[in-house]
Structures are given as structure tokens and as C-alpha cells.
């Protein structure tokens, strides 16, 4: 996983895709986007600022950039999020440098974001060239019940804060529509074959080329 931006940029003929990946906490989204990252490593993961605590197998700058409430407030005074949202009591927010740099570059770029930040996501490019870069996929549980069953399995989260997220689960699942694919995390290498099918799909889209290769 890069964290810097490259000083080479990889193409000054095509704009990178950004890949934005939502859905209630506990479907595996962490899960089947690490493995994506291993396979893709031309992929660059746009670490999150959260002032959430970190968990034990979490690594500062690598998995988010875990801040202070008061550094957070200041990145978002001094405007340098695309997005924030308040989420499970947090908060979460995407730095500018980590998405429209890259995608500038010819880089792709991954986010993990909660529903309420890929709608800003949506709305802060729809007036940018990026705008027919973006695809935003939706990570659904096949049941309920099942979010509940991993969260528990996952053990990260003590009473209090799980019953916030498997409430918060309930309504975030009525965005899907609001995305241009559906996965549903059932088996973890059927998501994942999906999730990179999707990736593919969109490397391939015409809108993201400035110039094909050849010359008429
Ligand atoms: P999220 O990032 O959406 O909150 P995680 O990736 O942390 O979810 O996954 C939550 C838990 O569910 C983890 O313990 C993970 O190992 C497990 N998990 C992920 N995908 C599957 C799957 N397809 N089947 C069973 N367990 C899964
Ligand atoms: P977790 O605490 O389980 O890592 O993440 C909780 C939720 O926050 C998930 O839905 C995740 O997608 C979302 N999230 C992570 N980073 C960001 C971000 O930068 N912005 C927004 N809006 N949500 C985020």
C-alpha cells in the first residue's frame, strides 16, 4: 500500500478511478478491501482521519490517521477534508490529498466511507472532471442477523458501542439504491471476485481516457 503520492505521476492520458466502498459496519468491507489492496497493488487506499480509538491490529497511517478531536476540528477550519461525517458517535473524515492528487496522477483509489460521506463524495465531484471516474459500491450482510454474528466474531467493540452500530445498520441499509453496484458479502471470495470484477469494469470506462492511444 502507497501512502505517499509518487512524483511520477503513472499516466497524463487517462484520470485514475476512484473506487468508493460503503455499507453497514460488520459486512466485511475492511476485510474483502485489504485483500484487493494485496492483489492490486497499483491501488492506493485513501486513509481516513477518525478521532475513533485504534484497535490492537490497527496501524497509525496505514489503516486510518487516528486524531485527536481538537486536530480533527483543525484539518476541517482549515478545509482540508472532501468529506467528514459523524458516524457510531466519531468522527471520520476524507483528506483532499488523498483522493483528487491521485486520480490527477492516473492513480486508483480506494475509499472505505460511510453513506453519509459518499454522498458528499458525489456532491463535492459532480462539478469536476472526476465525476464519471467515481464508482460507488454498495458491501450488504446477507442478513441481519449475520452482521450481528460477525461483529460479535470480530470482538472489537464492547456492549454499548455494538448495539450503536447494529442500529445504525438497520438504516444504513436502506442507501443501497443510491449506488451503482450491489455486493452482498455472503462468501468472502465470491465478494471479493466481485469487487474486483467492478474495479476492472470501471479501468475500463471511456470517460476516464482524455486521449485513446491512437492517432486518426
Ligand atoms: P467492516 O469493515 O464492514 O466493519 P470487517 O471487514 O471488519 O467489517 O468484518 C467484520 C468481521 O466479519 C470480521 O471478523 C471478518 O473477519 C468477518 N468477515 C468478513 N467477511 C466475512 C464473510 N464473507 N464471512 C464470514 N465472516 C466474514
Ligand atoms: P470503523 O470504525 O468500523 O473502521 O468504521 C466505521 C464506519 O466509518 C464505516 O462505515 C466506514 O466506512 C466509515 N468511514 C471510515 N472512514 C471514513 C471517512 O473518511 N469518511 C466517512 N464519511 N466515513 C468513514
Not at 497509525?60 to 482549515?78: H, L, P, W
Not at 468529506?83 to 496522477?105: F, K, M, N, Q, S
Not at 460477525?150 to 439504491?177: F, I, P, S, Y
Amino acid at each position: 500500500m502507497r501512502n505517499q503520492l509518487p512524483m511520477q505521476s503513472g499516466s497524463s492520458n487517462e484520470f485514475g478511478v476512484g473506487l468508493v466502498v460503503s455499507g453497514p459496519s460488520g459486512t466485511g468491507k475492511t476485510t474483502v478491501c485489504r485483500m484487493l489492496l494485496e492483489r492490486q497493488p497499483g491501488l492506493h487506499f485513501s486513509v481516513s482521519c477518525t478521532t475513533r480509538p485504534p484497535r490492537r491490529e490497527e496501524a497509525d497511517g496505514r489503516d486510518y490517521r487516528f486524531v485527536s478531536t481538537e486536530e480533527f476540528e483543525r484539518k476541517r477550519q482549515a478545509g482540508q477534508f472532501l468529506e467528514l461525517a459523524e458516524v457510531h458517535g466519531c468522527y471520520y473524515g476524507t483528506l483532499r490529498e488523498e483522493l483528487e492528487p491521485w486520480l490527477e496522477g492516473g492513480h486508483d483509489v480506494l475509499m472505505d466511507i460511510d453513506v453519509e460521506g459518499a454522498r458528499q463524495v458525489r456532491r463535492n465531484l459532480s462539478t469536476t472532471k472526476f465525476a464519471r471516474s467515481m464508482v460507488y459500491v454498495f458491501f450488504g450482510p446477507p442478513s441481519l442477523a449475520e452482521i450481528e454474528r460477525r461483529l460479535r466474531g470480530r470482538g472489537t467493540e464492547d456492549e454499548h458501542v455494538l448495539a450503536r452500530r447494529l442500529n445504525n445498520a438497520k438504516e444504513e441499509l436502506r442507501a443501497w439504491r443510491e449506488y451503482d453496484y450491489l455486493i452482498v458479502n455472503d462468501q468472502l471470495d465470491q465478494a471479493l471476485h466481485d469487487l474486483q470484477s467492478v474495479y476492472q469494469a470501471a479501468r475500463r470506462l471511456t470517460v476516464r481516457y482524455v486521449q485513446p492511444p491512437w492517432e486518426v
